[in-house]
């Protein structure tokens, strides 16, 4: 299969659902990506929502109400049932229309919004699914091109001095306030951008987990341009 991500030593490239779901995360691998080259016209979709806030949850009700051409309407098949595919199987998919996320800059020195670089963590064995219909898409970077933030030394010791407390309680500290899980790119680091199209699978840190938890961020978003994101 010819693509970009073929030989990226982070990510398996996969053609179907089922194989998506089934294959298993190993060794450096903890992207899995669906490839496809999707027909239809997904801006059309964009173009015909109503954003109510900076994000707005679309449901499968709301894509069916809209009045749409021939290449919509192809777009709207496709969404409709990646939602079908991944509910199905259990999981419980969010369509988003993104104007912008929430940004976080109370700090200055360490920022915990999904612009920076981050990993999920789940108490419980999951994934991460998402796919950008339209619209920036997402971005990765292998776990050795990047660095724990809470391990920066000049970061470190301002995180402490927020911390204030007992040193025996600081690493509870950054667990409860998320810092842990952000990460800043080491210098001539490679990110790979996810593209729009392709549906995948991302690795969670959680207990079972038998591979580093993907580490990605959200895109900064093309201007004027909203964009579609399929997110569980």
């Known amino acids: 299969m010819n693509n970009t991500f073929s ?3 982070q990510i398996d490239v996969v053609s179907s659902f089922s194989e998506l779901v089934n294959t298993q995360f190993h060794g450096t691998v903890n992207a899995i990506c669906w490839h496809r080259n999707l027909a239809g016209d997904f801006k059309e979709i964009v173009s015909n929502l109503q954003l109510k806030d900076n994000i707005t949850v679309v449901s499968a009700k709301d894509l069916l109400a ?3 051409s021939d290449e919509g309407n192809l777009a709207r098949e496709t969404i409709l049932k990646d939602l079908e595919l ?3 199987w259990g999981a419980s998919p969010v369509l988003n229309l993104l104007k912008c996320y929430e940004r976080d800059e109370e700090l200055g020195f360490i920022s915990t919004d999904v ?3 981050h990993v999920d963590r789940s108490p419980i064995g999951t994934d991460t699914f998402l796919c950008t219909y339209h619209g920036a898409a997402s971005d990765i970077i292998p776990n050795d091109q990047a660095e724990q933030k809470i391990l920066v030394p000049e970061i470190r010791e301002q995180l ?11 690493e509870d500290f950054l667990k409860d306030y998320f810092f842990d899980l952000h990460y800043q790119p080491k210098p001539g680091a490679e990110p790979v951008n996810l593209e729009t199209g392709h549906l995948w699978r991302i690795a969670v840190d959680h207990p079972e987990q038998q591979v580093l938890p993907c580490v990605h ?3 900064v978003e093309n201007d004027g341009e909203y ?3 399929l997110i569980c």
């Open 66 to 68: 809209l009045q749409l």
């Open 217 to 219: 961020r959200a895109p």
């Open 115 to 117: 612009y920076s670089y």
């Open 86 to 88: 991944l509910t199905d």
């Open 7 to 9: 030989g990226h030593h």
């Open 227 to 229: 964009r579609l994101l």
């Open 160 to 170: 402490k001095q927020l911390h204030g407390g007992p040193e025996e309680e600081f």
